[in-house]
Each structure stands twice: as C-alpha cells, then as structure tokens.
C-alpha cells in the first residue's frame, strides 16, 4: 500500500475520531454558570485543544494500527463485511 494512502486513511480516521473525543469531558458556560455575554450558554467554559487533539491523536494511531493489521496483514476488507439486504441489480 503506498504511503500516501496509509497517511490519508490515518487523516480520515483522525477527522472522525476528533468528532467523537470533542465532547468527552466539556463543560459548558451554563454548567460552570459563568455565561459569557453575547455567547450561548452551550459553548465551552475552557476550551483545551491541547488534550483534545492529543487524545484524538492516540486514539485514532490506535484504530487506524488495528485497521492496517485487519486489512494488509490478515486481509481483512469491505468486502469481507457480510451483506444482509438482498442485491437488487
């Protein structure tokens, strides 16, 4: 598999893993009752990009080596999942 692909696929599964690590641990303005005027009460009350990219960053290494050994080393695709709804073609 060329490197650029293993690279891209760790760039998708990062983007999702962001989505998913974002609210783990958020505290609003409304939870902290400090609502910044002119904000809504759900935005955060600290903001840590720090912990968040960190922890998405090793979650995602963890996924995107379990992918790679399922799919290079042990063969592992799409095509393997099993198909439930009846083809209509």
């Known amino acids: 598999m060329p490197l650029f692909s293993v690279f891209a696929i760790y760039f998708v599964i990062w ?34 990009a720090l912990r968040v990219f960190g922890l998405t960053t090793v979650l995602a290494a ?10 290079v080393r042990y063969g592992y695709g799409i095509d393997s999942i099993p198909q439930f709804a009846p083809k209509f073609y």
């Open 15 to 48: 983007w999702m893993t962001l989505f998913i690590v974002l609210p783990i641990g958020l505290r609003t303005q409304a939870d902290e009752r400090d609502v910044v005027p002119g904000s809504v009460e759900s935005a955060p009350a600290r903001f840590r």
């Open 62 to 71: 963890v996924i995107h080596v379990a992918w790679y050994v399922l799919s």
